[in-house]
């Protein structure tokens, strides 16, 4: 569909989400759209802290005009858990 853009692919079997977003806020040309398959619910997370420590991160991303989009997953919203 678009021949002309280029495309990069990374895979990473570490699942860190805070390690992965501060790589791309530590990248001073970062690729200004992102596709994140993940696939851990939010219980299964370390802290809340963690968490919104990853989300300030999101943040910093989204002022520097980066596009980060996330599938939700076959379980949709609720996750494997439910919660």
């Known amino acids: 569909m678009a021949p002309e853009i280029p495309l990069d692919v990374w895979y990473s079997d ?3 989400l805070l390690a992965y977003i501060t790589s791309i806020n530590d990248d001073p040309t970062p690729a200004p759209v992102h596709s994140v398959s993940y696939g851990n619910d939010e219980i299964e997370q370390v802290s809340e802290e963690f968490m919104q420590s990853v ?3 999101f943040m910093k991303a ?3 005009g980066v596009s980060i989009l ?3 997953g ?3 919203v609720w996750g494997r858990s439910g919660w």
């Open 14 to 16: 570490d699942d860190d």
């Open 55 to 57: 989300n300030v991160e």
């Open 62 to 64: 989204g002022v520097r």
């Open 70 to 72: 996330v599938a939700s």
């Open 74 to 76: 076959d379980q949709g």
